[in-house]
């Protein structure tokens, strides 16, 4: 863990867990019902395959939470329910940060910035709910619980989807919360994608060539989830991260087989050991993952299962991958979180005048685009080499655009509109960099390259493209001093003349911006594009 969390009693006179009224899945749960977040599925439905349909419909249309609690071969099994679709819209982020509803992309990421400028440690308690329940030996059976097959080619039933995969440097004592993929392959194993070059494959490399201990938690509050599928610098640990968002300490106890931490009242956790022995791996995949291709099958490593804790009537918390126009899930959701977090290291490097930063939803944060107050020739450059040096640029950050301050990142025909006039190929706006490490599951690298097991990582090359006004550009007199033409304006005159006679005109449409997005007038409009 990160610090010397500090000690405190949970358990009634009877030595029984007590009932926690800390944040965990079900008081999450109440926030969502409560704001009419929450849907309960009491109809029959097949966990091949038909859950993962309801979830992908539902996440295209924006729904509620998913709370299954009739699935089919699991009506009287260990676990009975599973929840879905949580956090996968962005009223659902709003709750989840406390901020009202509206609150803006931009708000948010702000909003982000300063929660994880604030870290709030945990802290060890002895016990609670999530000891309700200890599974060992024979008793283990993962197939008890409702794990989906959730796309048709999938190789089989993932598990590990939308949960905490915990694990701890051996050097710093700091723990890992990580969001990999893994699949059941026996009663008591889970075959593991484990990338070298990530948090917990360096952790791996420390034990060998010993067994690595591991602990998976399913189902606490979703700050976990979004934290876990978060690219925090190596130095911070997730539990302060969560600790931050939600305004107090994490509750953890120790783990009963392995010499970890989790949360007090988590629904379930599973504990075991991963062997790095290659000897041991076993095939992991076929699996829809993020880009929205099917990925391949190969040999993986094995996390062989040595206990199971959960609490009375444990709820599954799981989610489906792919991400294509129009269809975004719940991983794509966390880029609020991995945006601020970029924003947060740009700025300990030292470099300043960003005044945005959004990575793209659609891509999981493979494109990342950085508004800025330009200051100085190669202000772009320097952006894009830092963001490609970080830990998280394996999956992050493949192609890099920088625009100034009038650009509105968050709309395509801003960013379309600069890409048309501020950019010029031949002139040195687009670079690349690499061929270097890169995203294994891009398709747009032949599989040979991709190969994990082989290089530690996927295979980018990288582009900028800078998308700021040239200071090659002298200033001109007839540009009234300035490196660019001016824009075209509308006089605030003749702007509130029109805007007083517009029912007059009988046009039959309100006065708004050309997308209808927001109540601005043009001359507002014509301020968002200064003249520089």
Same mark, same amino acid.
Request: with cysteine; aromatic share 8%.
């Given at each position: 863990?990160?610090?010397? $969390?500090?000690?405190?009693?949970?358990?009634?006179?009877a030595?029984q867990?007590d009932?926690?009224?800390? %944040?965990?899945?079900?008081?999450?749960?109440?926030?969502?019902?409560?704001?009419?977040?929450?849907?309960r599925?009491?109809?029959?439905?097949?966990?091949?395959?038909?859950i993962?349909?309801?979830?992908?419909?539902?996440?295209?249309?924006g729904? $509620?939470?998913?709370? !299954?609690?009739?699935?089919?071969?699991?009506?009287?099994?260990?676990?009975?329910?599973?929840?879905?679709?949580?956090i996968?819209?962005?009223?659902?982020?709003?709750?989840?940060?406390?901020?009202?509803?509206?609150t803006?992309?931009s708000?948010?990421?702000?909003?982000?910035?300063?929660?994880?400028r604030?870290?709030?440690?945990?802290?060890?308690? /002895?016990?609670?709910?999530?000891?309700?329940?200890?599974?060992?030996?024979? #008793?283990? *059976?993962?197939?008890? !619980?409702?794990?989906?097959?959730?796309?048709?080619?999938d190789?089989?039933?993932?598990?590990?989807?939308?949960?905490?995969?915990?694990?701890q440097?051996?050097?710093?004592?700091?723990?890992?919360?990580?969001?990999y993929?893994?699949?059941?392959? #026996?009663?008591?194993?889970?075959?593991?994608?484990?990338?070298?070059?990530?948090?917990?494959?360096?952790?791996?490399?420390?034990?060998?060539?010993?067994?690595?201990?591991?602990?998976?938690?399913?189902?606490?509050?979703?700050?976990?989830?979004?934290?876990?599928?978060?690219?925090?610098?190596?130095?911070?640990?997730?539990?302060?991260?969560m600790?931050?968002?939600?305004?107090?300490?994490?509750?953890?106890?120790?783990?009963?087989?392995? $010499?970890?931490?989790?949360?007090?009242?988590?629904?379930?956790?599973?504990?075991?050991?991963?062997?790095?022995?290659?000897?041991?791996?076993?095939?992991?995949?076929?699996?829809?993952?993020?880009?929205?291709?099917?990925?391949?099958?190969?040999?993986?490593?094995?996390?062989?299962?040595?206990?199971?804790?959960?609490?009375?009537?444990?709820?599954?918390?799981g989610?489906? /991958?792919?991400i294509?126009?129009?269809?975004? &899930?719940? *991983?794509?959701?966390?880029?609020?979180?991995?945006?601020?977090?970029s924003? &947060?290291?740009?700025?300990?490097?030292?470099?300043?005048?960003?005044?945005?930063?959004?990575m793209?939803?659609?891509?999981?944060?493979?494109?990342?685009?950085?508004?800025?107050q330009?200051?100085?020739?190669?202000?772009?450059?320097?952006?894009?080499?830092?963001?490609?040096?970080?830990?998280?640029?394996?999956?992050?950050?493949?192609?890099?655009?920088?625009?100034?301050?009038?650009?509105?990142?968050?709309?395509?025909?801003?960013?379309?509109?600069?890409?048309?006039y501020?950019?010029?190929?031949? =002139?040195?706006?687009?670079?690349? !960099?690499g061929?270097?490490?890169?995203?294994?599951?891009?398709?747009?690298? %032949?599989p040979?390259? &991709?190969?994990?097991?082989?290089?530690?990582?996927?295979? +980018?090359?990288?582009?900028?493209?800078?998308?700021?006004r040239?200071?090659?550009?002298?200033?001109? %007199?007839?540009?009234?001093?300035?490196? !660019? $033409?001016?824009?075209?304006?509308l006089a605030?005159?003749?702007?509130? =003349?029109?805007?007083?006679? +517009?029912?007059?005109?009988?046009?039959?449409?309100?006065?708004?911006?050309?997308a209808? =997005?927001?109540?601005?007038?043009?001359?507002?409009?014509?301020?968002r594009?200064?003249?520089?």
């Open positions: 863990m990160s610090t010397a $969390p500090t000690l405190s009693g949970t358990a009634d006179s030595g867990p009932q926690h009224t800390g %944040p965990d899945l079900r008081s999450w749960l109440d926030t969502l019902e409560s704001a009419g977040q929450l849907s599925i009491t109809a029959a439905v097949d966990w091949d395959e038909e993962g349909a309801i979830t992908r419909a539902n996440l295209c249309l729904g $509620p939470a998913l709370l !299954f609690e009739n699935i089919t071969g699991h009506e009287n099994t260990r676990c009975t329910k599973l929840l879905t679709s949580a996968g819209s962005r009223r659902q982020v709003q709750l989840l940060l406390g901020l009202p509803e509206g803006g992309d708000a948010m990421v702000r909003h982000l910035r300063e929660a994880f604030n870290p709030v440690p945990p802290r060890i308690v /002895e016990t609670g709910p999530v000891k309700q329940n200890i599974i060992a030996g024979a #008793d283990i *059976d993962l197939r008890e !619980f409702p794990v989906p097959k959730w796309h048709g080619e190789g089989g039933r993932y598990i590990d989807t939308f949960c905490g995969v915990i694990t440097d051996t050097v710093t004592g700091r723990d890992n919360i990580g969001l993929r893994g699949m059941i392959v #026996d009663r008591d194993k889970i075959a593991k994608l484990l990338v070298p070059s990530q948090g917990w494959g360096g952790h791996m490399a420390q034990y060998k060539p010993e067994p690595m201990p591991v602990a998976v938690v399913y189902g606490w509050h979703d700050v976990l989830t979004f934290c876990a599928g978060s690219p925090f610098p190596k130095n911070i640990c997730e539990w302060d991260m600790g931050a968002l939600l305004g107090r300490p994490v509750d953890l106890v120790a783990c009963e087989s392995v $010499p970890l931490h989790v949360p007090a009242t988590a629904e379930i956790v599973v504990e075991g050991y991963i062997d790095p022995d290659p000897a041991t791996f076993v095939m992991e995949g076929p699996f829809a993952e993020y880009p929205g291709f099917i990925g391949d099958a190969a040999p993986a490593p094995v996390l062989r299962v040595t206990r199971i804790t959960h609490r009375d009537d444990p709820v599954l918390r989610t489906l /991958e792919g294509r126009p129009g269809l975004l &899930n719940e *991983d794509s959701i966390v880029n609020f979180a991995r945006s601020a977090i924003w &947060n290291v740009l700025d300990d490097l030292g470099i300043g005048g960003i005044t945005d930063l959004w793209s939803e659609v891509t999981n944060g493979q494109n990342t685009v950085v508004q800025i330009k200051r100085y020739r190669g202000h772009a450059q320097q952006i894009a080499s830092a963001l490609w040096g970080t830990g998280g640029s394996m999956w992050f950050h493949k192609n890099v655009m920088v625009v100034e301050e009038d650009i509105d990142i968050h709309d395509p025909a801003a960013l379309d509109w600069a890409m048309s501020r950019v010029n190929a031949g =002139r040195g706006d687009i670079a690349f !960099f061929p270097g490490l890169g995203s294994s599951l891009d398709p747009s690298t %032949p040979e390259r &991709n190969d994990t097991n082989k290089y530690g990582s996927g295979e +980018w090359t990288r582009m900028l493209i800078d998308a700021t040239s200071w090659d550009i002298d200033p001109r %007199p007839a540009w009234g001093g300035r490196r !660019f $033409p001016p824009t075209d304006r605030p005159e003749l702007e509130a =003349r029109i805007a007083a006679r +517009w029912q007059e005109y009988g046009i039959g449409i309100p006065y708004l911006d050309d209808g =997005r927001e109540r601005l007038t043009l001359a507002q409009l014509s301020a594009m200064p003249q520089v």
